[in-house]
């Protein structure tokens, strides 16, 4: 599977950005999905996540309420729709799939995940 993630750039603290995930090469309904994030440190944080059935979604608490996560099986696409931006979620974000498991739960742990997007800059200014 190939990802294409899009969509980030800059903006200003309280406004929102919409990250997008193509995916190729595979079979999109069978795949969970999840936006993981890496500020200047090493450490890559889960964001989002979402099963193959989209029957549930997981997310990081600092982003929970403000983030949500869905996929559009017609356009083999996932999205990250980001609301209320603060300065603390500038990173760049990266999107990540696997094949699915149970249909009601999505890991956090960058390692369940097989297949990665290139990565797309998010700036928030304050």
């Known amino acids: 599977v190939q990802l294409q993630a899009s969509g980030g750039g800059p903006v200003q603290a309280g406004g929102s950005v919409r990250l997008s995930c193509a995916a190729s090469g595979g079979s999109f309904s069978t795949h969970d999905f999840a936006w993981f994030r890496q500020g200047p440190g090493p450490v890559r944080e889960f964001v989002a996540g979402?099963?193959?059935?989209?029957?549930?979604?997981n997310y990081a608490d600092s982003v929970k309420g403000r983030f949500t996560i869905s996929r559009d099986s017609a356009k083999n696409t996932v999205y990250l729709q980001m609301d209320s931006l603060k300065p603390e979620d500038t990173a760049v974000y990266y999107c990540?799939?696997?094949?699915?498991?149970?249909?009601?739960?999505?890991?956090?742990?960058?390692?369940?995940?097989?297949?990665w997007g290139q990565g797309t800059l998010v700036t928030v200014s304050s």
């Open positions: 979402i099963t193959w059935r989209a029957r549930a979604t």
């Open positions: 990540a799939a696997r094949i699915g498991g149970s249909a009601w739960y999505v890991p956090r742990s960058a390692t369940e995940f097989k297949y």
